[in-house]
């Protein structure tokens, strides 16, 4: 099995920066794509940014745009997310996921089927 293990998270103020990690461990051959998901409460999970395992595709919710930027290390076997300009509206539990699927990039959390933990980032006024 893969593991997926997300470190960074913590409290920030508006307008400020944070770098999330997820390393990965175990079957990593297995992966195609990263992603990073966040969930507030009350919200429904949605889609952050993704990056393909190989390659240099990224992709990016329109939210984020500018703000955010997906990169990997595949000697370490990690996935980043620097976020910059952070809004309260950020605020949320960050999570990284797996896509095993041999398909081109989804935003649909039923194709990433292995996920870690999650992080809270939290952004106050």
């Known amino acids: 099995q893969v593991q997926l293990v997300e470190s960074g998270g913590g409290l920030v103020q508006a307008g400020g920066s944070l770098r999330l990690s997820c390393a990965a461990s175990g079957r990593t051959f297995s992966i195609n794509r990263m992603g990073w998901f966040r969930q507030a409460p009350g919200k429904e999970r949605e889609f952050v940014a993704a990056i393909n395992w190989s390659g240099s595709s990224t992709y990016y919710a329109e939210f984020v745009k500018g703000r955010f930027t997906i990169s990997r290390d595949n000697a370490k076997n990690t996935v980043f997310l620097e976020m910059n300009m952070l809004k309260p509206e950020d605020t949320a539990v960050y999570c990284c996921?797996?896509?095993?699927?041999?398909?081109?990039?989804?935003?649909?959390?039923?194709?990433?089927?292995?996920w870690g933990q999650g992080t809270q980032v939290t952004v106050s006024s």
């Open positions: 996921a797996a896509d095993r699927r041999l398909a081109g990039f989804s935003w649909n959390t039923r194709d990433y089927d292995l």
